[in-house]
């Protein structure tokens, strides 16, 4: 580790700072102790963690190159190894260990935090289970989907083949005049080709690989409430399914193809070595775990606030951030959205709550509509609005904890 520069802080010294911008740099601690807190608590999270050698801390913001997402404090003296941005290949060919460290617990931080988002905008959604197939391959079935109904009753029968719901997945596959089980997988082959809607796994289905998208686009949906839910739509070069080979869990979502597809293939038994190899596919994966942790605690930060009007500006703020737009004074930026669709993003859908967008423009005159889309004006004055929201529901937490 001698490559890397070597930094030290005396006790009680700040190392990163919350909402500190343009952070290049994570560190992973040598000697002493440091203390990691964040001002929005997340939800099943120690606010106040203490950290120790061999941890980490900062990857997040200097990795997706976005603003901190977290505070850090030395307790004691401590040594750090600092990383910056551009050395993330360096370290992994150093130590691949390190590298598949951060990458584990990154993404058993983003499943919790997935589960989380879940929980709080879906009142009734179920935790990943292969027993669930079942159900998924009855929804399909209802739809008339024909394929996707055979792909969820197949991976039933393989996965659970003295599953209770057994004879009635049989009895479907039988009236669609489809066979009992799906044409084996190769899993020696790397390079794997979809046709248009054509299911590539299923939600609850057990998982041995992710995906690099090589060309054409990918769905990734959930069902919720007997409704799909579009979580998102993937292009070339986005890695998916990580989580199923990560932390042996299974899929937390479906992914089906949008036109024809090729994939490149990655499993548990070659993973470690492919990211030996090939550095650039770690510091890839770890990008876009780091760019959807903090895309996550910041929907989590929104879902903790109470006024409709302040997760409506947060929403806008962490769209801007989200697409690197600049804030500073008098810094215009046209979000390219409508009120629709700004209100679906925070979960309101009564014709009604047009009104609180309304409210929000009359006593901002920075935001406003043009063309029918949104339009702030000064992108500094939107970023004290929300400040001021989030100051407030950190007020009332607290007031609320001393009752």
């Not at 197939?133 to 792909?151: P, V």
């Not at 299974?250 to 992914?255: E, V």
């Not at 935001?367 to 950190?394: P, T």
Request: aromatic share 10%; net charge positive; with cysteine.
């Amino acid at each position: 580790m001698s490559f890397f520069q070597m930094v030290t802080f005396p006790a009680n010294s700040y190392i990163i700072v919350e909402g500190k911008k343009d952070a290049n740099n994570f560190y992973i601690i040598r000697e002493g102790k440091v203390r990691v807190t964040r001002e929005t608590a997340v939800v099943g999270e120690d606010p106040n963690q203490v950290l120790g050698p061999g941890d980490f801390f900062g990857v997040v913001a200097a990795m997706s190159q976005h603003p901190q997402i977290e505070s850090a404090t030395s307790l004691t003296n401590v040594s750090l190894i600092s990383v910056s941005y551009d050395q993330f290949g360096t370290l992994i060919q150093k130590s691949t260990a390190v590298a598949m460290n951060i990458i584990r617990f990154f993404s058993m931080k983003l499943r919790q935090f997935d589960t989380t988002i879940t929980r709080l905008s879906f009142r009734n959604a179920v935790e990943e289970d292969p027993n669930e197939l079942f159900k998924i391959g009855e929804y399909y079935f209802q739809q008339q989907n024909t394929s996707h109904a055979t792909f969820a009753y197949q991976s039933y029968l393989k996965h659970l083949p003295n599953g209770q719901f057994v004879p009635q997945a049989k009895l479907r596959l039988q009236t669609m005049n489809q066979p009992f089980q799906s044409a084996p997988i190769d899993y020696t082959k790397f390079n794997r080709n979809y046709k248009d809607s054509e299911m590539i796994f299923c939600e609850h289905e057990p998982g041995k690989e992710l995906f690099i998208l090589q060309s054409g686009k990918v769905k990734i949906s959930k069902i919720v409430n007997q409704n799909e839910v579009m979580l998102a739509v993937l292009q070339a070069g986005d890695i998916f399914g990580e989580m199923a080979i990560l932390d042996n869990k299974p899929r937390s979502a479906s992914a089906v193809a949008a036109g024809d597809v090729e994939l490149l293939a990655i499993n548990k038994a070659n993973f470690e070595g492919m990211v030996k190899a090939q550095p650039q596919l770690a510091t890839r994966l770890i990008t876009l775990l780091s760019e959807r942790i903090w895309i996550a605690y910041k929907q989590l930060a929104n879902l903790l606030l109470k006024d409709p009007q302040g997760r409506i500006v947060d929403t806008l703020m962490t769209l801007a951030e989200k697409n690197r737009i600049k804030v500073a004074p008098k810094q215009a930026y046209n979000f390219e959205i409508g009120t629709k669709d700004l209100l679906k993003m925070v979960g309101l859908t009564d014709p009604k709550d047009e009104l609180i967008i309304s409210d929000i423009m009359k006593n901002n005159k920075f935001i406003r509509m043009d063309m029918g889309k949104i339009v702030c004006s000064d992108m500094a004055e939107l970023e004290k609005l929300v400040q001021f929201y989030h100051k407030k529901a950190n007020m009332e937490n607290k007031l609320k904890k001393l009752k």
